[in-house]
């Protein structure tokens, strides 16, 4: 069954003044329909630049799409004019960020917001565009909506923005939702209320989602399948059972271990990555995660490694073959 | 420091510096010697000529020399921006960093005085001021001359200057207050001003080390747009005949004596008028400059 | 960890009200925003107390109350047996000695036109404890303590990443040899692998030096792994205050179950057999809390006795303190 | 809202009694005798003195400023000195209505010129184009206006010979076309850099972004998110640069000899001409504490978050 949305080595640079950041430099993945997909990682490792880059939505300059290709029902969006990428925008494949306090516009109504996306890819009315607004609210589990739905953005709490947020992306029923850091603003009980919602919406309209966080408690009981992504690559990607199980690439399992968890007793001393990420300007020749990998060899310094299978759908990009237990 | 090597890095803005430095306030320092005539002398066979060999700028309807002129009106433009801009940021810094740490009654006092402040015309004002308190100042200057025996003093004209930096600092302070206290309002929101006080850090190490070092840099922009502002402002008086009075130059003052002459005599008024607009373009540019090197957002 | 007998923070009845002011020219008060609505708690010698909550519950404020960076409306805070509010000016900065703070955000709290040298300096300059050669020496063995290069004396903040930031502001906190440090969300604004490092290091300090902590934080999970005894707090007021172990095994108020419930495991297993508690609506405001119980419009468990009267925190045996009559 | 507004109002009063106690207090301990100033300076003492007497000039400093904010708030401001035999309030009256006409035709051409450049130079911020008007709107504000005339006059009237050099008869004239200018350029500088840092500012935050990811043309996000909130601040200074329109009136209509109060006010001033600056310093001062109301309740209309809290 041919992928809904497949990535084939996407590259995204960006020109600051000390040189060019290569942000996402060959980034490779597939998006079944209905799948739910996590991107983890850091902040600068790109996980965010990627999804920007699905939508078409790098600012020009200072960044660009330097290569790849990015298929979606049987067109690459990268090749796609300006005007084709727009009937896709927000129609087949819509986004949520993370700053629900910023993400919307503070002078207009929130129906305003809502109808724009249904009057212009579905053609509504502005009455129809109202009623249906109504019903996105009252989806979303917005209270008494027939009365909040004319209010402005600045009336409504955190989390009843999010929900505005994810009321305007499903708004024209799109194929994928690309979930930005949705609920890393929130308190952990209305994060907990956000993903339950976003969750069920997508299970229910078969809707593929794509979570970027970086958070592992979050993504383990959201996903199908994870990609963990370090410097702009992405380094591990397995069924999420299987990662949490049987993380492969040293990364991934350092990343497990230096995560307290809330069922655990206290541990003596949590595991720590030394060091810091890389400089993305003129990355390092062979794995970017050799300076602070605690299996690294001669070989990791030389040539840096692709996704190599592990299991059946799990692949890692490492030369070692690192079991758990050898850490 | 930082903020010189990311200013000096816009090469015009410092093209503008030395323009500034060395055009008003060196030849300012040492007009009478670069000047080649006295600016007073009147030279009645030379009358309204164009430049000349003798005359590098040319003649005004008087005879005087231009060049020289320019020479002693950069020294008013020099005194006066320095003096009416320091003046209005002492006050504006004192005040508004007060108004801004200790807020309540205090803060509400100075913010209701600028507002009225604000509410004046500042023009009319200002004129009205010189008019005002230049008379009662000649008064004052006649009696010290008597008491003290310096002749000659009232005629020198420090009267006039005296009158210009009151009108002109009344009311820029207001401004500079304004500002000031915005920013010690944010910046004692910081988490380091409370880190400050938890090591113990008194009050006044407090402000003066902590509040008031990271509240200087819009006030750098500040002032040198200022200088600009004090620049035009006193050849805006000088104009209307209420700033500087002859025979003190001024280039507002020279642009009003020839104000009749724009038929005739363009040069008359252009190149006194080309030399205010570069120095208050330089100026500006220079405090776009250091906003630009100040700006976190391009950092 | 030995945690004796000794009591070296005693909180009675903390009250911290932030007074509405409203109108142009004579400042009228409007209400008040009762950010900490009485809470009472103490803290031996070399424990760690976890003050946990969601955001808007007050547990910033506390801190600060208890360190009289803002004066407390009501109640008492005894350190060491001395009542901070009677201290003014010079009695107040001696005591200050022994108590330290560190802060949030690493791109905030320190001073941006100081070097290194003086930022640690500065405390050891203001209570006379070196001066000059001396001065230098402990700088830079500070540094060295908390893992920073010594010859980063002379450079200024913004050379430095959000960890090293953070290291910087614990090296400032224990110039002064304190014996109590308030670390007031010490690494949520850090990446995942970075707090590792810095919890680690706050362990190894307490150890070191002896040190006892008031851990703020919203992260449950960070929290069991650092304190020895947790106080859940929800809009100004403690809800459950009770060792590590019976509060995270045992909850027994109804807010604190539903917080463990909403945080997320990173284990997909253990996840997908959780069942959650999901709380509607939103906290309330603090300028208007709810009557009684400021948790009943909220709670699954609330009876109308419940808005009545103020539940207090009771003893419900082995030190399991709640403030909640259903339990 | 009408709380707001009655509240502001109260306002009023009290910047016009502080305004006009220390005009009225400058100019009565200021220089000069506006009797002396009246009658030439060669008249005796005995006339002198018998018309301040008439005119009670020599009563206490209270009680005559008692009498004019008791007079004022009849709209009697009594007789000028200057123009002996004319009310003030007529004298006034007139020229206001071709100041506000003048005012008028500068703030629309600041208007008018100074949005879209300032739009221009934000969208096409980094190019030259954004350079070019930056660079202009600097060489703008940094040139005094009684050099910009003198320019004027020389390329449009006596290089070019298209308009007439001074005078004034109505808004339709020519004549108006200069001074104009000369009052709007300032203003057009001032409008342009805060549209376009108004604009550079709301590009960077996060529901353009949002709005880019419905899929919405290009010229939506612009008009509806983009304008709809970077012109707030513009509205804001649009409404304050009045105040600094009454300055320019003062100069340029010194300079082009139009009859307006700015002309009205450089005069009396230079002749102590009491009654009708007190008149004039009161009516700048209202008009300004108007404006600045006038922003203020049209900021509620353009800004949701100010009308609901």
């Known amino acids: 069954m041919a992928p809904l949305l497949s990535v084939r080595d996407l590259k995204t640079y960006f020109r600051t003044p000390d040189g060019v950041v290569h942000a996402v430099d060959g980034v490779s993945f597939d998006l079944a329909a209905g799948e739910r997909l996590g991107i983890v990682g850091e902040s600068g490792c790109g996980k965010s630049v990627t999804a920007l880059s699905l939508m078409r939505l790098i600012p020009q300059p200072p960044g660009r799409i330097v290569g790849g290709e990015v298929t979606f029902d049987g067109m690459d969006l990268l090749a796609l004019d300006e005007e084709e990428v727009r009937s896709v925008r927000g129609n087949k494949i819509a986004m949520i960020f993370q700053d629900p306090m910023t993400s919307l516009n503070p002078v207009l109504t929130i129906r305003r917001q809502l109808s724009e996306g249904l009057e212009l890819h579905k053609g509504m009315s502005r009455s129809q565009a109202r009623r249906h607004s109504i019903e996105l609210l009252r989806m979303v589990g917005i209270p008494s909506p027939e009365s909040r739905v004319d209010d402005y953005p600045h009336q409504f709490s955190g989390g009843m923005r999010q929900r505005v947020m994810i009321a305007m992306a499903l708004s024209c029923d799109p194929q994928v939702l690309l979930a930005d850091e949705p609920t890393t603003a929130l308190d952990v009980t209305i994060q907990a209320q956000i993903l339950d919602l976003v969750k069920r919406l997508c299970v229910e309209r078969r809707t593929a989602v794509i979570l970027i966080t970086h958070d592992l408690g979050v993504l383990a009981g959201m996903t199908d399948r994870l ?81 190599m299978r592990v299991t059946e759908g799990h692949n890692a990009a490492c030369w070692v073959d690192v079991s758990k237990g050898r850490s | 420091m930082m903020l010189w090597r990311r200013f000096a890095s816009n090469r015009f803005a410092l093209v503008c510096m030395i323009v500034i ?169 910081m988490e380091y001003v409370a880190a400050a006080e938890s090591i113990g850090a008194s009050t006044y190490r407090i402000i003066f080390r902590h509040v008031l070092p990271n509240c200087l840099s819009p006030v750098l922009v500040a002032v040198s747009m200022g200088l600009g502002g004090a620049v035009m402002s006193e050849s805006v008086l000088s104009y209307l005949g209420v700033g500087i009075q002859p025979p003190n130059a001024s280039w507002g003052a020279m642009i009003w004596e020839n104000s009749g002459e724009w038929r005739l005599h363009p040069h008359l008024i252009f190149i006194p008028g080309a030399v205010v607009a570069i120095v208050i373009f330089c100026f500006n540019f220079i405090g776009d400059g250091l906003n630009d090197a100040l700006n976190p957002r391009n950092r | 960890m030995p945690i004796g007998d000794e009591i070296l923070l005693d909180v009675k009845d903390l009250k911290m009200y932030f007074p509405i002011k409203s109108g142009m020219v004579f400042q009228r008060k409007v209400g008040d925003v009762k950010a900490v609505d009485g809470i009472s708690f103490t803290v031996k010698k070399g424990e760690t107390l976890g003050l946990v909550g969601e955001s808007g519950c007050g547990k910033s404020t506390t801190g600060r109350a208890i360190l009289q960076l803002y004066r407390p409306t009501a109640g008492q805070v005894l350190f060491e047996g001395e009542n901070l509010g009677d201290l003014r000016g010079n009695k107040l900065r001696k005591v200050r000695r022994k108590m330290q703070m560190i802060f949030q955000d690493p791109y905030a709290s320190l001073n941006p036109r100081q070097s290194l040298g003086s930022i640690i300096g500065e405390p ?191 003893d419900k045996g082995g030190r399991h303190h709640v403030a909640c009559i259903r339990v | 809202m009408l709380v707001f507004i009655i509240r502001r109002l109260l306002w009023l009063p009290l910047v016009l009694l502080v305004v006009s106690f220390i005009t009225y207090g400058l100019g009565f301990y200021g220089p000069g005798d506006p009797v002396e100033i009246l009658l030439g300076q060669r008249t005796n003492p005995e006339v002198v003195e018998r018309i301040r007497h008439e005119k009670g000039l020599d009563r206490p400093f209270i009680v005559q400023y008692g009498d004019f904010v008791w007079n004022a708030l009849q709209g009697e401001f009594g007789e000028s000195y200057k123009y002996r035999g004319q009310a003030v309030n007529e004298l006034i009256a007139e020229k206001v209505w071709v100041s506000s006409q003048l005012g008028f035709v500068a703030l629309v051409i600041a208007v008018v010129l100074g949005i879209p450049l300032g739009l221009l130079a934000a969208f096409k911020h980094g190019t030259w184009a954004d350079t070019a008007v930056v660079g202009a709107t600097l060489i703008f504000i940094s040139v005094p206006s009684f050099i910009v005339a003198p320019i004027l006059l020389w390329t449009l009237v006596s290089s070019l010979h298209l308009l007439p050099s001074a005078g004034w008869n109505g808004i339709f004239d020519l004549r108006l076309v200069m001074p104009a200018l000369v009052m709007g350029i300032p203003p057009v500088a001032v409008i342009t850099r805060q549209t376009r840092a108004a604009v550079l500012e709301v590009v960077a935050q996060d529901y353009v972004r949002t709005a880019r990811s419905k899929g919405l043309y290009e010229r939506v996000v612009v008009l509806r998110h983009i304008l709809r909130n970077a012109l707030i601040p513009v509205f804001t200074l649009i409404g304050l640069s009045m105040g600094g329109l009454v300055e320019g009136a003062f100069i340029t209509e010194t300079i082009f000899g139009i009859p307006g109060i700015g002309r009205l006010g450089f005069e009396s001033i230079t002749s102590r001409d009491y009654p009708v600056i007190m008149a004039l310093t009161l009516l700048v001062a209202t008009t300004y504490v108007l404006a600045s109301l006038a922003v203020d309740i049209g900021y509620t209309f353009l800004d949701p978050r100010v009308r609901t809290d």
């Not at chain 3, 859940?232 to 108020?253: F, Q, S, T």
């Open chain 2, 21 to 189: 430095v060395l055009g008003l306030y060196v030849t300012g320092i040492f007009a009478p010697l670069l000047s080649p005539y006295v600016p007073t002398a009147q030279n009645l066979d030379a009358v309204a000529q164009g430049p000349s060999i003798a005359h590098w700028l040319g003649t005004d309807e008087l005879g005087r020399d231009l060049l020289s002129r320019i020479i002693w009106g950069a020294r008013t433009a020099a005194i006066v921006s320095i003096v009416a801009v320091s003046l209005s940021t002492i006050i504006g810094v004192v005040l508004g960093a007060l108004s801004g740490y200790l807020g309540g009654w205090f803060d509400t006092l100075i913010m209701r005085v600028s507002d009225i402040l604000f509410a004046f015309p500042s023009l009319l004002f200002v004129i009205f001021i010189a008019a005002t308190v230049k008379p009662s100042a000649v008064r004052f200057v006649e009696q010290m001359e008597i008491a003290w025996g310096m002749r000659g003093l009232a005629r020198s004209g420090i009267i006039d200057y005296f009158v210009v930096f009151t009108a002109l600092s009344v009311i820029a302070w207001p401004g500079m207050a304004r500002l000031i206290r915005g920013q010690v309002l944010s910046v004692k929101r």
């Open chain 1, 227 to 307: 990609a963990v992504m370090y410097a702009g690559r992405i380094v591990e990607t397995a069924p999420t059972a299987e990662l949490y199980e049987n993380p492969k690439h040293p990364y991934t399992i350092a990343l497990m271990k230096s995560v307290p968890r809330l069922d655990e007793e206290r541990r003596e001393k949590l595991f720590v990555i030394d060091g810091l990420p890389p400089d993305l300007i003129d990355p390092p020749k062979g794995c970017r995660f050799a300076p602070r990998c605690f299996a690294v060899i001669d070989k990791c310094w030389e040539e840096m490694p692709e996704l």
């Open chain 3, 124 to 314: 050891l300059v203001i209570h006379g404890l070196a001066k000059g050669k001396d001065k230098q020496e402990r700088v830079q063995e500070l540094l060295r303590i908390v893992g920073l290069n010594p010859y980063f004396v002379n450079r200024y903040p913004h050379e430095f990443s959000g960890g090293q930031r953070q290291r910087i502001g614990i090296a400032r906190a224990l110039a002064v040899q304190p014996s109590f440090i308030i670390c007031d969300e010490p690494i949520s604004a850090l990446d995942v692998s970075i707090r590792a490092q810095i919890l680690n290091l706050l362990e190894d300090l307490q150890e070191q030096f002896d040190l006892t902590y008031l851990f703020i934080a919203h992260d449950l999970s960070v929290v069991r792994h650092i304190s020895d005894r947790v106080a859940v707090m929800y809009l100004g007021r403690i809800a459950e205050l009770a060792d590590r172990k019976a509060l995270y095994e045992n909850p027994l108020h109804p807010y604190t179950k539903a917080l463990l419930s909403a945080v997320p495991i990173p284990d997909p297993t253990v996840e997908a057999k959780r069942e959650r508690i999901i709380l509607t609506g939103d906290v309330p405001s603090p300028v208007k809390p709810p009557a009684g119980c400021n948790f009943h419009t909220r709670c699954p468990m609330a009876i109308p006795q419940c808005s009545q009267f103020v539940p207090p925190l009771v």
